[in-house]
Each structure stands twice: as structure tokens, then as C-alpha cells.
Nanobody, 122 residues
């Protein structure tokens, strides 16, 4: 079992930046592929970024490329999502997830946090 807790969300103006954190407890964090997803009101949950467990290789949704950076600190059991050049369409609840496959498919992830709200004003 892995318990995930996101933090760092908030209200920011368009063009601003936020850094989300996801702290993990329980089973060995370094064994998991970690991902970030988001869900806007009335929309399905969508993939944002994922990072591999060992080599740190990353994969981004097209909407995140060039603006968001996913990273992890296995010593701190934490994964981060640095977001810059934020747009109103980035407004959503952001979730971190843990799984065993580096993929953008939400169903492949076994553990989820409760989410943190990000609101970008125009």
C-alpha cells in the first residue's frame, strides 16, 4: 500500500508558476513509476506527465511539454510537478499516482492521492 498526499496547489494568474509536491508513504517509493494527472470540471481525468522509477526518464502530454517539468527525489519519497507559463485552461484538480508502468493511461496506476486544486485566472 502507498499513501500519496499532494500539496502546492492554489490560485495563480495566467503566466505564473506553481510547484506541486506529492509525498509518498508506505511501500518503497523508488519502486514506483509516478505520474501526474488532472481533471477539470465536467471533463475526464487526463494525463499530464510521468517519470520512471530508476533512470528518471520522463514523458509528457503535449499540453505540458515545454511548460511543465516532473521530477522525483527518492530520498524524500516525493515527486514534483513544476508548472510555468500557466494558462486558464490548466485549471483543474491535479492528482499524483503510483504504478508499475510508465504510461499516460490512468487505469494503469494503482495508487492515487486526493488531489490539489490549481486555479489559473486570466
Amino acid at each position: 500500500q502507498v499513501h500519496l498526499v499532494e500539496s502546492g496547489g492554489g490560485l495563480v494568474q495566467a503566466g505564473g508558476s506553481l510547484r506541486l509536491s506529492c509525498a509518498a508513504s508506505g511501500r518503497t517509493f523508488s519502486r514506483f513509476v509516478m505520474g501526474w494527472f488532472r481533471q477539470a470540471p465536467g471533463k475526464e481525468r487526463e494525463f499530464v506527465a510521468t517519470i520512471n522509477r530508476s533512470d528518471g526518464s520522463t514523458y509528457y502530454a503535449d499540453s505540458a511539454k515545454g511548460r511543465f517539468t516532473i521530477s522525483r527525489d527518492n530520498a524524500k519519497n516525493t515527486v514534483y510537478l513544476q508548472m510555468s507559463s500557466l494558462k486558464p485552461e490548466d485549471t483543474a484538480v491535479y492528482y499524483c499516482a503510483a504504478g508499475n508502468v510508465r504510461t499516460g493511461v490512468a487505469a494503469a496506476y494503482d495508487y492515487w492521492g486526493q488531489g490539489t486544486q490549481v486555479t489559473v485566472s486570466s
